[in-house]
C-alpha cells in the first residue's frame, strides 16, 4: 500500500487530496492546524498530526520518520483578493517555500524515488491575463504571495534539473468548493444567493464584478493532482477548467438559475468597467499525461455551496 503524506489537509484543497488518495487505495497521513482533522473522516488507512510547518525542523523528522513514497504539499499562507502579506511574510515563507525546501531535501539526502506534488498558483502570470496561458507562458512575480510561488517553482525545477527528484508544480487556477473560506468570491456569490432565497429583499456587495476568471472544482483538481502522482513524472501542469468567464455574465446566469435578477441584489463597490480582453487556458499537457480535464460545471460548483450554508 503506497503511502502519501498529505501538508494542508485542513484546508479545501489538502482535505480532497486526502480523500481522493484513500479511494485509490493509500495510507495517507495528513498534517494539519488544529488537533483534529476538520473534514477527512476516521478511517484505518488515514491518521493525523498536528504540526506547525514553520517548524521546519520538526517537519524535517515528522518526513524522516514517516518515509512516505508520496508528499502533497497543499498548505499555504493564502487570503482573499486584496489580502496583504506583508504582515506574515515570515509565515508565507516558511510554509509555502521552506516547507516544500523540507521534502525536496528528504528526497535527496533519503528517499529519491519519492513523489513529490505541490499546489503552486496562477498568481505567477502578471494581471491582466491575455492570449492563451499555458506552462510556457512568462511569469513576473507583481506581490509577496506570488513571489513565495515563483521562488518554489523554481526550486523544483532545479532540484529536478540538479538531482533528480520527481517534483512536480501544479500552476492552479481558481478552483472552488463549499470548503472554501467564506470571505472569497464565489463562496460569497452562494452565500447571497441563498440569502435571497430566504430574503427577496436582500443585497449585498462585492468589489467588482468587470473580470475574467477560470473556475472550477477543487474536488476534481485533487482527483487530477493524484492521478498526475500517479501517472506522470512531468515538472509542471496548468490545471484550469479551461472555460473563462466575465463575471459579471457568470453571476449574472447564477442568479437566473434561481429565478433571480442579479442586479437587483449583487452591488459592487466600483462602477461598471470593461475588463479588457479575455484570455484561454490550455490543458494540451494535461489532456495528453492523462486524457481528461475537469468538467464539473460552475452552476453545479455553486449550488454544492448554496447547499452547505
Known amino acids: 500500500m503506497p503511502r502519501s503524506l498529505v501538508l494542508g489537509v485542513n484546508g479545501q484543497d489538502g482535505s480532497y487530496v486526502a480523500e481522493a488518495l484513500l479511494r485509490r487505495g493509500h495510507e495517507v497521513i495528513g498534517i ?8 477527512v473522516g476516521s478511517s484505518p488507512n488515514f491518521s493525523y498530526a498536528d504540526l506547525d510547518l514553520r517548524d521546519n525542523d520538526a517537519l524535517a523528522g515528522f518526513v524522516a520518520e514517516a518515509r512516505p513514497d508520496f508528499a502533497f504539499h497543499f498548505a499555504a499562507v493564502h487570503g482573499a483578493a486584496g489580502f496583504h502579506y506583508e504582515p506574515v511574510v515570515a509565515d508565507m515563507l516558511a510554509v509555502n517555500v521552506t516547507a516544500l525546501h523540507v521534502l525536496l531535501e528528504h528526497a535527496r539526502r533519503e528517499a529519491p524515488g519519492m513523489r513529490i506534488i505541490y499546489a503552486g498558483s496562477s498568481k505567477i502570470f502578471p494581471a ?3 492570449g492563451v496561458i499555458d506552462e510556457l507562458t512568462p511569469a513576473r512575480a507583481t506581490c509577496l504571495y506570488s513571489i513565495g510561488k515563483l521562488t518554489s517553482r523554481d526550486l523544483i525545477a532545479f532540484y529536478r534539473s540538479q538531482h533528480g527528484i520527481a517534483a512536480t508544480n501544479l500552476i492552479l487556477f481558481n478552483h472552488e468548493s463549499a470548503r472554501r473560506p467564506a470571505r472569497f468570491f464565489l463562496p460569497t456569490i452562494a452565500r447571497g444567493i441563498a440569502e435571497t432565497l430566504s430574503n427577496p429583499r436582500h443585497s449585498f456587495r462585492v468589489h467588482t464584478l468587470d473580470f475574467w476568471i477560470d473556475w472550477s472544482a477543487a474536488e476534481e483538481v485533487a482527483e487530477l493532482a493524484v492521478e498526475i502522482a500517479e501517472r506522470s513524472d ?10 473563462v468567464r466575465h463575471a459579471r455574465l457568470a453571476v449574472s446566469e447564477l442568479f437566473a438559475k434561481y429565478g433571480l435578477d442579479a442586479e437587483r441584489h449583487v452591488l459592487t463597490s466600483l462602477e461598471p468597467s470593461d475588463p479588457g480582453p479575455s484570455f484561454s487556458v490550455s490543458l494540451a499537457r494535461l489532456e495528453r499525461a492523462i486524457g481528461r480535464r475537469p468538467a464539473k460545471s460552475l452552476q453545479d460548483i455553486v449550488a454544492d455551496m448554496i447547499a452547505s450554508v
Open 32 to 39: 494539519g492546524r488544529g488537533g483534529t482533522s476538520r473534514y
Open 128 to 130: 491582466p491575463l491575455a
Open 234 to 243: 512531468e515538472g509542471e501542469f496548468v490545471l484550469a477548467s479551461g472555460i
